[in-house]
């Protein structure tokens, strides 16, 4: 429990954020994604292009 806390310390507070929605709750793959574009500071208009890229690499990591 001690490593956890202060693995966290020093995230910066969106990081936190984010890490506890992915814990804490349940989201579809697109409020997932939207939520890594809003860490990332990726603009909205680039929705398409993101989700297609996670995508990509979540079929990328279950090849591998």
């Known amino acids: 429990m001690i490593y ?17 929605k ?3 709750s349940e ?3 697109d409020e997932l994604v939207l939520e ?5 500071e990726i603009p909205i208009e680039e ?4 989700k297609a890229e996670l995508l990509e ?3 990328q990591r279950r090849l591998s």
């Open 57 to 59: 690499f979540v079929e």
């Open 22 to 24: 992915i814990k804490n």
């Open 4 to 20: 956890r806390y202060s693995q966290d310390s020093g995230a910066p507070q969106s990081v936190k954020d984010f890490r506890w």
């Open 27 to 29: 989201m579809t793959f």
């Open 47 to 50: 929705f398409d292009m993101s």
């Open 36 to 40: 890594v574009m809003k860490l990332k």
